[in-house]
């Protein structure tokens, strides 16, 4: 059995035997909007950010493999390196901008596949995009990619406790319709799509 091999059966193991029963029916997940997931095989989806499942439920509910930027030192982790390399995620230095990450997520998508990129960088507590990064804009300028807006409802509060006990929110994915990127590399043209796709994502949200 080859690499690519092992890597695909771990993805869709993961994908179906452990967080499809934790999406389906723990969260009670929905999707919304799947009209509007582009037919080309490589886009960029752009989401808020809340929690550490927002990676897997997106692959799991969009039902296709996507690729998320991971900070680097989660890659030292015996087995958990592994398992997110599966997955397809890549390493990115936290609060830099790591030009090798946006070369990483320019091959993958000349390569047909999908990337995501939480637009903040970050989880917010709130849910909602406040101080959007231009990394996605920039990367669908150099590459032509279609940029796909996604709300991830309640994933900023995925369990809350009444009674000393646990009760988990519902989570719903919401899909906006694609955004097109940037006429140019210009910072105005980069900036201009970032506020679209911040504004369209929190539209969903709200």
């Known amino acids: 059995m080859n690499y690519l091999s092992l890597n695909k059966i771990t993805y869709q193991f993961i994908s179906k035997v452990i967080v499809f029963p934790i999406f389906r029916?723990?969260?009670?997940?929905?999707l919304s909007g799947a009209n509007n997931i582009p037919d080309q095989n490589s886009f960029i989806i752009v989401s808020n950010h809340g929690s550490l499942l927002d990676p897997p439920f997106l692959g799991h509910a969009l039902g296709r493999k996507v690729s998320f930027m991971a900070k680097q030192e989660l890659f030292?982790?015996?087995?958990?390196?592994?398992?997110?390399?599966?997955?397809?995620?890549?390493?990115?230095?936290?609060?830099?901008?790591?030009?090798?990450?946006?070369?990483?997520?320019s091959k993958k998508l000349f390569?047909?596949?999908?990337?995501?990129?939480?637009?903040?960088?970050?989880?917010?507590?709130?849910?909602?995009?406040s101080k959007p990064k231009n990394g996605a804009a920039l990367i669908a300028s150099k590459t032509k990619k279609l940029l796909l807006p996604?709300?991830?409802?309640?994933?900023?509060?995925?369990?809350?406790?009444?009674?000393?006990?646990?009760?988990?929110?519902?989570?719903?994915?919401k899909i906006g319709?694609?955004?097109?990127?940037?006429?140019?590399?210009?910072?105005?043209?980069?900036?201009?799509?970032t506020?679209?796709?911040?504004?369209?994502?929190n539209f969903l949200l709200d």
Request: charged residues 25%; proline residues 5%; glycine residues 6%.
């Open 76 to 105: 030292k982790i015996p087995i958990l390196s592994q398992i997110i390399k599966a997955c397809g995620a890549y390493p990115v230095k936290r609060g830099l901008v790591d030009k090798n990450s946006i070369i990483i997520a």
């Open 111 to 129: 390569n047909n596949e999908i990337i995501g990129i939480f637009i903040d960088g970050t989880r917010q507590k709130d849910g909602f995009v």
């Open 195 to 201: 506020i679209k796709l911040k504004n369209e994502i």
């Open 177 to 193: 319709k694609p955004i097109n990127y940037p006429l140019s590399t210009s910072k105005i043209d980069i900036t201009e799509t």
């Open 150 to 173: 996604v709300a991830i409802i309640n994933s900023h509060r995925l369990v809350r406790f009444k009674f000393f006990l646990p009760f988990f929110n519902k989570v719903i994915i």
């Open 25 to 30: 029916f723990i969260f009670r997940g929905e």
